[in-house]
């Protein structure tokens, strides 16, 4: 075979390869949702903290949470396992109302959840409060009269899973192969 339809059969097939790489990592891409931790410490109730995170679909202002999930509330008579405030369907919602950044930075907040199935409240800078309120027998469990100066907002990072990055690195070897065989 002459040597100048030799290169064009190479880069054919570098250019099919890239194109393949192109559209399973386009294919695969998708935005990521945003993970913010909370907590805030009692100023009168119940002593101690609570912690939990929000999970935003998009950034911006007046975004909504999608989800809520408390992760520790400092009282002996509620149940672990009773603490994800999932509202819909049997909740309500008076606020739900964030400013986020993409990087997961929270600079104003705006949230109170009613979740009859556990009786709780989940309030965060509701009226300057930020409150889990809990109306079985334990009463009201933890309530911080403090605002945002009282309530904590941590960014999660976004770790990809590990079947992304295997995907991407055995593309990426495979690209490799197909130049190296076709430069030799």
């Not at 907590?39 to 679909?57: K, M």
């Not at 520790?72 to 986020?100: C, K, M, R």
């Amino acid at each position: 075979m002459p040597h100048g339809i030799c290169i064009r059969v190479s880069l054919v097939n570098t250019l099919k390869a890239a194109a393949a790489l192109v559209l399973l990592l386009g294919g695969a891409a998708k935005a990521n949702p945003i993970e913010v931790d909370f907590s805030f410490t009692g100023t009168s109730g119940t002593t101690g903290t609570v912690t939990g995170e929000l999970l935003f679909q998009t950034s911006g202002t007046g975004v909504a949470a999608s989800d809520v999930i408390l992760l520790s509330a400092p009282a002996t008579t509620f149940n672990p396992s009773e603490l994800d405030v999932d509202w819909a369907p049997f909740g309500t919602i008076d606020h739900n109302s964030f400013t986020v950044s993409a990087s997961g930075v929270v600079t104003a907040a705006e949230l109170e959840l009613y979740d009859p199935q556990n009786d709780t409240v989940l309030a965060l800078e509701d009226g300057n409060l930020n409150e889990l309120r809990y109306f079985g027998t334990g009463g009201t469990l933890t309530s911080n009269t403090l605002g945002s100066t009282g309530l904590t907002f941590t960014p999660e990072v976004y770790i990809p899973e590990p079947g992304s990055v295997a995907i991407l690195g055995g593309a990426l070897l495979a690209l490799a192969m197909v130049r190296r065989r076709h430069q030799a």
